[in-house]
């Protein structure tokens, strides 16, 4: 059983999480639960880019990375640019990477206190 207790820094408000506010939020990590959204949102760290720009980045389809532009689209991720025929998508709010780093950093601690618990069960087997 993890002794861990949740962080609470100084600068975070503290909002009462009501239903229709935990729907919001679950719906928004149904956005992010898919790799290669999260690989849209990176692509998009550096600025606007057309789609034909995203499937060279992103190594998607077209078809398939238009399926997941309009979902992003939709829970308010990115924005998207009509340049006569063309459209260009940019990161609605770039605070969305600093939520895909937290969750990075927090799985590398714990990838990293998986080898280290690891180390000496491979040294004396």
């Not at 057309?50 to 389809?61: D, F, I």
């Not at 990161?91 to 280290?116: K, N, Y």
Request: charged share 25%.
């Amino acid at each position: 059983m993890s002794t861990r207790r949740p962080v609470r820094h100084a600068t975070t408000a503290r909002r009462t999480p009501t239903p229709e506010l935990l729907g919001l939020v679950a719906g928004r990590f149904r956005a992010l639960g898919e790799p290669a959204r999260l690989g849209i949102l990176h692509a998009l760290e550096d600025g606007p880019l057309s789609v034909t720009a995203l499937v060279a980045r992103t190594g998607l389809g077209q078809a398939n990375l238009s399926k997941h532009l309009q979902q992003l689209h939709s829970a308010g991720f990115v924005s998207r640019t009509r340049r006569g025929m063309f459209v260009d998508y940019a990161l609605a709010d770039e605070r969305v990477l600093h939520l895909c780093e937290l969750m990075c950093g927090r799985l590398d601690d714990d990838l990293a206190a998986s080898r280290a618990v690891m180390a000496p069960q491979r040294r004396s087997a």
